[in-house]
């Protein structure tokens, strides 16, 4: 039977280089390739070796995305999620949602284009 894991996730945010440098802040990730995409657009891969978040965007992207849609959040994984609540304050967005049950403690924030991200510390 097949083995796997989520490689990567693609985003169309408005503003890759802002997106990006919350991403290496808070995770600790790189930049690991940039160029032109689609639509005359630009695309970003920020992350480590395994995994990475491909931020898009394009002259028409526009952000404000509904809750929920299309999708409900992206979960990411931190060693110490006090130091990463405070990152994501420092990078003027709101945690929401705290919560501490199995298999671990966790808080929400939306980006600044509507999405939305779980962080989740199982220490």
């Known amino acids: ?9 693609n985003l169309t945010v ?10 290496e802040r808070l995770l600790g990730w790189h930049e ?10 630009e695309t970003i891969h920020v992350g480590d070796e395994a995994t990475y978040l491909a931020l898009y965007t394009n002259p ?11 999708l409900n959040h992206v979960g990411l994984l931190v060693d110490d999620l006090d130091a990463a609540e405070r990152i994501v304050i420092e990078a003027g967005l709101e945690p929401f949602s705290h919560a501490d049950y199995e298999p671990g403690r966790r808080f929400y924030f939306l980006d600044w284009d509507g999405i939305e991200f779980e962080v ?3 220490g």
Not at 14 to 23: E, Q, V, Y
Not at 61 to 68: D, I, P, S
């Open 32 to 41: 690991r390739w940039r160029g032109p995409a689609m639509l005359g657009g």
């Open 1 to 9: 039977m097949p083995r796997g894991q989520i490689e990567h996730a």
């Open 120 to 122: 989740v510390s199982y």
């Open 14 to 23: 408005t503003d890759i280089d802002r997106s990006a440098a919350l991403f």
């Open 60 to 70: 028409d992207a526009r952000g404000g995305y509904a809750k929920g849609v299309p």
